[in-house]
């Protein structure tokens, strides 16, 4: 069963902006961790917060938890036509160590 | 490096026929394995886990059955495809039981007729 919800669903916006990505979770975590699917493709990781840790930097990527509001947030930095992709967020749940994933947002990137 | 290879790619299969997917990893050993399946815009939902040969474990009773002959292969089978059994599936290994990142391969589309 699925853990993490993201939200939007979809997100369009142009080349240059910056996009973000919410995901909220209802069971305490190990970690949390941020993937990104190209279209027909497999899972490729982005980064992992653990559940001590505030905010996580990746290159163009910005990760934030709140574990008091269940929730986190990744952000795109000046995005690009290649960033185009569906995200997902996957919960390490603390008891148990399953992992469990969202749905997903879908981002378009347009040029 | 580690690689992760999954086929076949694409498979279209009427209902009632078997099924064998299979999923190696290189470049690792006792590497923890996983099967998933992902709904058309769903997440992805765990199969079926192995943290080492011979060593099975489900997450949901269904048409599948999952096995490990060696160290590094994972299998992914069912002896009658039901509709159902339609979708993306996505074989993925890890170091580090539960809490460590995953690395997938590229997916399997089956289709089911």
């Known amino acids: 069963s699925q853990q993490g919800e993201e939200d939007p669903q979809a997100l369009s916006i142009q080349e240059g902006e910056n996009a973000t990505m919410n995901c909220s979770y209802k069971t305490s975590i190990n970690n949390l961790q941020w993937y990104r699917q190209n279209s027909g493709r497999g899972l490729v990781h982005l980064i992992l917060i653990r559940s001590n840790e505030r905010e996580k930097h990746s290159g163009r990527l910005r990760v934030t938890l709140d574990t008091s509001k269940k929730s986190s947030s990744l952000l795109i930095t000046a995005s690009r036509a290649a960033d185009t992709a569906s995200y997902f967020c996957a919960t390490v749940l603390y008891n148990n160590n399953d992992m469990r994933f969202g749905a997903g947002t879908r981002l378009t990137v347009k040029p | ?113």
């Open chain 2, 1 to 113: 490096s580690q690689t992760i290879h999954q086929w076949p790619a694409t498979l279209v299969q009427p209902v009632g026929s078997p099924l064998s997917l299979e999923c190696t990893v290189e470049g690792t050993s006792n590497p923890n394995l996983y099967w998933y399946r992902q709904a058309a815009g769903r997440g992805l939902q765990l199969l079926f886990y192995s943290v080492g040969i011979g060593q099975i474990s489900s997450e949901v009773p269904q048409n599948l059955s999952a096995s490990r002959p060696q160290d590094r292969q994972f299998i992914l089978s069912s002896k009658k495809l039901l509709l159902s059994d339609s979708g993306f599936y996505l074989c993925a290994w890890s170091i580090v039981w539960g809490t460590g990142e995953l690395f997938f391969g590229e997916g399997s589309r089956l289709t089911v007729l």
